[in-house]
């Protein structure tokens, strides 16, 4: 299941971003929404994101600032930066964290969903090997008793 984790200090967009990827993936996600990036820094979701999609200026701390403190926690999560800034200050320190996408408000659903289409066939495709995984020792094993252990 894709953890997607959103921030943004509008509650109007917050919801509609959720709104519209719940509506896609429905019971395949777990969405996470927080009007602050210090609550998702308080809260264990943020070491195990699949995903996060914040909100470049909120608050004290930045979206981007925000994402650099993660990075310390998580190493394995993509992102998303959404921001009413056509600033590209704002876009090449985007680029510098390695951001998935930089859009801009009011936002694209439609490409907002498809980098999240990006993330959930990543992470579907980690799954499916996960699962593999045990059938794929066995194997080995079976075939290593079977042909060296005799």
């Known amino acids: 299941m894709l953890q997607i984790v959103l921030i943004d200090d509008d509650q109007i967009i917050l919801m509609g971003i959720e ?13 996470y929404s927080f009007l602050s990036p210090e609550e998702v820094l308080a809260h264990t979701i943020v070491k195990k994101a699949d995903l996060i999609i914040t909100d470049i200026t909120m608050g004290e701390m930045s979206g981007l600032h925000f994402l650099k403190e993660v990075q310390k926690l998580n190493s394995s999560f993509e992102s998303i930066v959404i ?45 499916d090997t996960n ?8 194997f080995l094993l079976d075939y290593i008793e079977d042909n060296y252990m005799k």
């Open 19 to 31: 709104k519209v990827i719940r509506s896609k993936y429905q019971d395949k996600v777990a969405i």
């Open 83 to 127: 921001s009413a800034h056509h600033d590209f200050k704002y876009a090449q320190q985007s680029i510098n964290l390695k951001v998935l996408s930089y859009l801009t408000k009011p936002v694209d659903f439609k490409a907002l969903l498809t980098y999240v289409d990006v993330i959930y066939e990543k992470n579907s495709q980690v799954d």
């Open 131 to 138: 699962h593999q995984f045990p059938e794929i020792v066995n």
